[in-house]
């Protein structure tokens, strides 16, 4: 009996006397919060140790302090509970960060060392000033955040042209009711602890607009993302909508409980961007000089320290290199390039395009240049002053052939091309193909030379001998000159691993052991056979 009651009263210190429930989050502009300790046996005291919170911080060197009606050890009655209150004795910063930050903090059984309780509690720093406010049953909503501008959505690029969507709704229970109102958005920068500057004037970063009760309004907002700006994850987007000159009255920055959208920035490794083509006339005569000037930015990961920017108009006759030049990564000052060419007198009036592209990711070693750009197009006019010659030009188009619909290594490859006179005269051209001879040759082209009429289209069919090696996207460009003039146009293409010699060795190699199997099976039925018929021929005694 007594070995029993030493058991019993260690069970009952052992046994959990304590409750403690979470605080809720501390938001502005209430700045307290609280959570209950009860005692839960009914039968002695309970000595607790509650923790204490000094402050909450950003970890960017922000902080505020907090304070608690209680800590330290506190004796709670048997059946009842405390409830502790937390609350900021001091201003929060302006510069704290946005976001959700937390401070933990424990709660010990003094009689039970083993009962122990970690809390937390949490500060949520909104995009609203004074924090997310309603005016009773009188408040704005956010109903809808889109991105407007992107495949993927809310993944950007330095330079881009961002077009964000955004949906507001005024409530009220007064039916006549109504509201002036702001919209406000921002881009954060978490990494960094402050707003993106997005260069833009008040007017795109905030919008005024009037509801009625009930009523929704959307309006559109254009950024430009900064050519220096990080790539990863670091980034959110915000809005808010708050009444106008009344902002600690009313205002809601959230959607849907959420207070932000991430934001991906995305840089490629090497990207040289032409951006803000100039013309110094839209429309100009024949005979007289056109200058065509553009900025060019180094948006990839790398610096480069060779880079040219050509300009090409094969209506026009141009065909014009930019002096090589350097661009460090991420640099926000940018390298314009200059074009002069005097329009020529023997072209006919009309639109033309101007062809722009930059290349970059120099190799010395094999004085190449790895990558270039999409090319970046502008149309002028070209009006007054002309002999009105002919215009000759071309398009070009390009895909596999039904006879190989599909490109497989060591296997012929038949490619369907157009050529299309979209020129006003009788030309002749001649077509060729370059950039395969790593991966192919080309057995022929047929027909390589010919003549349209304006307008007038010609199938050219291009058979290539796909090396037994080939795998993957592979591209070539097919050329199509006519006179002093051309056209090219890039093919990619897809190859698929093909059946030869050294395939069929390697599988042999890895799979011996399955065709010894099957031979020794073949020959043991083989044996079987033979007995079998030996045995049947033999006579049969009388």
């Not at 070995?3 to 502009?29: D, G, H, N, R």
């Not at 670091?234 to 409980?257: L, S």
Request: proline residues 3%.
């Amino acid at each position: 009996m007594l070995i029993f009651a030493v058991f019993l009263s260690i069970a009952m210190v052992a046994a959990a006397e304590l409750s403690v429930t979470s605080p809720a989050s501390l938001t502005m502009p209430g700045m307290s919060t609280s959570y209950t300790i009860s005692n839960t046996n009914t039968s002695r005291d309970v000595t607790v140790n509650i923790g204490s919170i000094s402050q909450m911080t950003d970890g960017a060197g922000n902080n505020f302090t907090l304070s608690q009606s209680q800590s330290g050890n506190v004796v709670i009655p048997n059946g009842t509970s405390i409830t502790v209150t937390i609350a900021n004795s001091s201003s929060v910063p302006s510069g704290f960060s946005l976001g959700t930050f937390s401070q933990s903090y424990s709660i010990s059984n003094v009689d039970n060392p083993t009962e122990n309780y970690s809390r937390s509690v949490s500060f949520l720093n909104s995009f609203c000033e004074y924090g997310n406010i309603d005016n009773g049953s009188r408040y704005l909503e956010i109903t809808r955040i889109k991105d407007k501008s992107s495949d993927d959505e809310w993944e950007w690029r330095p330079l881009d042209e961002v077009e964000i969507e955004v949906k507001v709704k005024f409530n009220s229970d007064d039916d006549d009711d109504d509201i002036d109102a702001v919209i406000e958005i921002g881009l954060w920068d978490t990494a960094e602890n402050e707003w993106v500057d997005l260069d833009e004037d008040d007017e795109d970063l905030e919008r005024d607009i009037s509801l009625d009760e009930g009523d929704s309004v959307t309006e559109k907002f254009t950024i430009n993302i900064p050519v220096d700006i990080g790539d990863g994850n670091d980034y959110r987007f915000y809005v808010k909508t708050y009444e106008e000159g009344d902002e600690e009255v009313i205002c809601r920055d959230y959607e849907d409980n959420d207070y932000y959208q991430e934001v991906k920035i995305e840089k490629e490794s090497y990207d040289v961007i032409i951006h803000d083509i100039d013309l110094s006339a839209d429309t100009v005569p024949c005979g007289q000089e056109l200058q065509v000037n553009a900025k060019i930015y180094n948006i990839g990961e790398h610096d480069e320290e060779k880079i040219y920017v050509t300009l090409k108009s094969p209506s026009l006759g141009l065909n014009m290199d930019s002096e090589v030049f350097e661009l460090e990564e991420g640099d926000e000052d940018f390298k314009r390039v200059y074009f002069n060419f005097i329009v020529p007198q023997n072209v006919s009036e009309g639109s033309y395009t101007l062809e722009m592209m930059t290349h970059f990711r120099y190799r010395d070693s094999t004085d190449v240049y790895l990558e270039h750009s999409d090319a970046v197009l502008s149309t002028i006019t070209i009006e007054g002053n002309c002999l009105g010659s002919e215009v000759r030009d071309a398009s070009i188009a390009a895909e596999l052939s039904s006879e190989t619909p599909e490109a497989r290594a060591g296997k012929p490859l038949v490619v369907d091309v157009v050529i299309k006179n979209t020129g006003n005269a009788e030309t002749t051209y001649t077509v060729s193909v370059s950039g395969n001879s790593l991966w192919s040759e080309v057995e022929s082209v047929d027909p390589a030379t010919f003549t349209l009429s304006a307008g007038e289209s010609k199938e050219v069919e291009v058979e290539f001998d796909v090396d037994d090696d080939a795998e993957g996207e592979k591209e070539f460009v097919i050329k199509a000159d006519y006179g002093t003039s051309y056209v090219e146009q890039k093919v990619v293409v897809d190859i698929e691993e093909g059946f030869s010699s050294s395939a069929v060795m390697d599988h042999l190699k890895e799979n011996w052991f399955i065709y010894v199997i099957v031979l020794v099976n073949v020959l043991l039925i083989i044996l079987i056979i033979v007995v079998a018929r030996r045995i049947a021929r033999r006579p049969v005694a009388a």
